[in-house]
């Protein structure tokens, strides 16, 4: 018959030790029970054994079998978690002989929600935590899958951008022109390359070399780069389009509006005519023969607007070396 306390129990600010886990709605709550509601873990009863490997369940898992080198003894609780058909794994209890029976309390779907269970043994799964992440179970048809939650072994992995190094401690892993600098990941130094400038702690900022000019988001032109025959217009260099030129968005060439002239001597003493090659682009030309020395008087030939480029200009006797000098002039 239980001890009946009528006024009270005063601990004098000590605990209740093996207090076992709740069954009646007015029995006492152990620590491990309500951090397992506050888990949404249902710890099981430990198990002495939880295999690495699948067996066949009617013959490998009965007393004086091995199971993660530790020898079954009847009685024994084992987690069974690797079956090639997982709707037999689960947690048992060891038999004389034979196949294992269900725990009893986690022989139901109901009981089986958020099972949690501390593995006592092994070289493997000692001190090792596995809880069924499995939902909506029909028992002996749903396939049951164990997860190791801590323990012994618990193992992670580093993913992406990340290293572990010891074990367990995880670190941002610098790639080129990263670096570490106490608890803050950072540019290094080294990533400022060619006009660049900063790292190591500093902002990186472009540098400006000459013609150049950097403000707050942008990097220009500086005006002094606009150079002879050049202009700089809000931001623009361009060409400055004198007499005789003409520019347009992406091209620079001479104006065929303006009147542009060719010069040659000519006269050997011994030809009567002479073609002049003046490459104007038009027989629309201007042609003019003058005397190469004082009075330098312009003199009436016969000339011929051969082709757009060439004039053919004739006398009626053989000038002297370089007696005369042909001027055309024209537009294309």
Do not use: C
């Not at 239980?2 to 076992?20: C, E, K, T, W, Y």
């Not at 542009?260 to 003046?278: C, K, L, P």
């Amino acid at each position: 018959m239980a001890m009946q306390v009528g006024n009270g129990l005063d601990l004098q600010n000590q605990r209740i030790q093996n207090l076992a886990d709740p069954s009646a709605a007015t029995d006492a709550v152990t620590k491990q029970y309500a951090d397992a509601l506050s888990r949404n873990l249902a710890w099981k009863m430990a198990v002495r054994v939880a295999t690495t490997t699948s067996g066949t369940l009617s013959s490998a898992f009965a007393n004086g079998q091995t199971v993660d080198g530790v020898t079954l003894a009847t009685g024994d609780r084992i987690l069974i978690k690797d079956q090639s058909s997982g709707a037999e794994n689960g947690i048992y209890t060891v038999n004389a002989s034979g196949a294992p029976t269900r725990a009893v309390d986690a022989d139901s779907a109901d009981e089986l929600k958020g099972a949690t269970v501390t593995v006592l043994e092994g070289t493997v799964n000692a001190d090792r935590v596995f809880r069924l992440i499995t939902d909506n179970v029909t028992l002996n048809t749903t396939a049951l899958s164990w997860t190791q939650l801590g323990g012994a072994g618990q193992t992670y992995s580093a993913g992406d951008g990340l290293s572990e190094s010891p074990a367990g401690t995880f670190n941002v892993a610098t790639g080129t022109g990263l670096e570490i600098n106490s608890d803050a990941v950072r540019i290094a130094a080294g990533a400022a390359g060619a006009g660049l400038t900063g790292g190591g702690g500093s902002a990186l900022a472009v540098g400006a070399g000459s013609g150049i000019t950097v403000n707050a988001d942008d990097v220009a032109l500086a005006s002094s780069t606009a150079g002879a025959g050049l202009t700089f217009t809000t931001g623009v260099l361009a060409v400055g389009a004198g007499s005789g030129i003409s520019v347009t968005a992406d091209a620079v060439a001479v104006d065929a509006t303006v009147v542009r002239q060719y010069a040659t001597s000519i006269g050997d003493g011994s030809a009567t005519s002479y073609v002049v090659t003046h490459g104007l682009g038009t027989r629309d030309v201007q042609v003019t023969v003058r005397e190469t020395a004082s009075p330098y008087a312009e003199i009436m030939t016969d000339n011929e607007a051969t082709s757009t480029t060439t004039v053919t200009i004739r006398f009626a006797s053989a000038p002297t070396s370089n007696q005369y000098r042909v001027i055309v002039q024209g537009a294309a």
